[in-house]
């Protein structure tokens, strides 16, 4: 693994977005994979592990998570930002095309610049998110979003992962400890925090309100797309519902359904089950 940043601009000025690589940097094939809206780029360690011998992995920490800068202005913590620093990163690896996975959050970038005229994306695999998130999985994520708590401890960092991310379904303990460290870091007073900027509350609650607590709907996005397209879900999601699911098979690209059972939101993709059908998408 090797680790990068590229410097990006914003209305506000410049910001570094941190990345990890995987694999052999001159592999013309690459994948980048985006995280979902309070993690980072490691949550694709395994995945990236596993697909490294035939791509050349990039994990970005979208900016105001992991090692990336946070924003000054909170109001930018928004869809246009994250899509113009993916096109500095992608200009900083010099590639024609990339393949793209995505989740959650990390997806709907992908489908954002997927659906627009002359992309690089040549495969798009959507983990567990769609053109429509409900409205319910809007609110869990809100009533935890913007306060994250500090601990005394990795052990009770580890047990509250645990608790907000149970949907994620049933990992091992050295899974659940990936996902952890990777997530907080000690601060000036000794306390474990996240590493997420809490200010991207602010935009979030910004466009719940304007959603006026609806589900969000982006079907034009999606029908715009032409790509060939994975779509993961987990089994008991509840932002990504089987209804949305099996109408995307049905429109836009006809998305290839593959659901995760005993999982929610989202799929973490770390043992070679879930991989799998994402390897053989990708090498068809």
């Known amino acids: 693994m090797r680790e990068g940043q590229v410097n990006c601009l914003s209305t506000a000025g410049f910001h570094h977005m941190a990345y990890v690589e995987w694999g052999d940097a001159h592999n013309p094939r690459v994948l980048i994979c985006v995280h979902g809206l309070t993690r980072n780029g490691r949550d694709f ?44 990163l992608l200009a900083r690896l010099n590639v024609e095309t990339i393949d793209w996975l995505g989740t959650s959050m990390g997806g709907l970038i992908g489908m954002a610049l997927a659906a627009q005229p002359g992309n690089p994306i040549r495969r798009l695999v959507l983990n567990d998110v769609g053109p429509v998130v409900s409205a319910v999985s809007l609110a869990r994520i809100g009533d935890y979003l913007g306060t994250p708590p500090r601990f005394d401890s990795i052990e009770e960092a580890e047990a509250y992962v645990r608790k907000v991310s ?91 359904l593959i659901e995760i059972p005993g999982v929610g939101h989202a799929p973490v993709l770390m043992d070679d089950a879930q991989i799998a059908p994402v390897r053989d998408f990708l090498l068809r």
């Open 45 to 88: 360690d395994f995945l990236a592990q596993a697909l490294e011998a035939d791509y050349r992995v990039i994990c970005p920490d979208v900016v105001g998570r992991g090692k990336s800068d946070w924003l000054a202005n909170k109001s930018l913590y928004v869809m246009p930002q994250y899509c113009a620093d993916m096109v500095t």
């Open 166 to 256: 149970a949907p994620f379904g049933p990992l091992t303990d050295t899974q659940w400890r990936h996902l952890t460290v990777h997530a907080v870091r000690e601060a000036k007073d000794g306390k474990i925090e996240f590493v997420y900027d809490p200010g991207i509350a602010q935009a979030y609650r910004q466009g719940q309100q304007l959603s006026g607590g609806k589900d969000v709907e982006l079907w034009p996005l999606f029908d715009a797309i032409t790509c060939p397209t994975l779509l993961l879900r987990g089994e008991q999601s509840d932002l990504l519902t089987p209804q949305t699911a099996q109408a995307m098979t049905q429109r836009g690209p006809h998305a290839q």
